[in-house]
Nanobody
Framework: QVQLVESGGGLVQTGGSLRLSCAVS????????MGWFRQAPGKEREFVAA????????TYSNAVRGRFMISKDNAKNMVYLQMYSLKPEDTAIYYC??????????????????WGQGTQVTVSS
């Protein structure tokens, strides 16, 4: 089993920044794809960002490209999501995700193998 625990969410004003962290434990070697999804009230869970655990090209949704940056520290088994220039529409629960394959913008939530519990990000206007 793989365990994912998010932290770093909170309340921030429009234009502010936050860094989310995801602590990964378990059999990480079986999880080549790591990423972040988010879900706002009344909306479907949507892809935000992803990176191969082994390293490679990072991908982002059109909504966050240029503002969010995904990174990782393999030695510490950590995945991060640095968020800049936050907007009210970024308000959502953010979930760390792991997949036994690569994660892309086309990866549906149903294809994710492991989820974290989520961390709330609220952007006030």
């Amino acid at each position: 089993q793989v365990q994912l625990v998010e932290s770093g969410g909170g309340l921030v004003q429009t234009g502010g920044s936050l860094r989310l962290s995801c602590a990964v434990s378990g059999r990480t070697i079986s999880q080549p794809g790591m990423g972040w999804f988010r879900q706002a009230p009344g909306k479907e869970r949507e892809f935000v960002a992803a990176t191969p655990w082994s390293g490679g090209i990072q991908t982002y949704s059109n909504a966050v490209r240029g503002r969010f940056m995904i990174s990782k520290d393999n030695a510490k088994n950590m995945v991060y999501l640095q968020m800049y220039s936050l907007k009210p529409e970024d308000t959502a629960i953010y979930y760390c995700a792991a997949r036994k394959a690569y994660i892309t913008s086309a990866t549906a939530p149903s294809m994710i193998d492991y989820w974290g519990q989520g961390t709330q990000v609220t952007v006030s206007s």
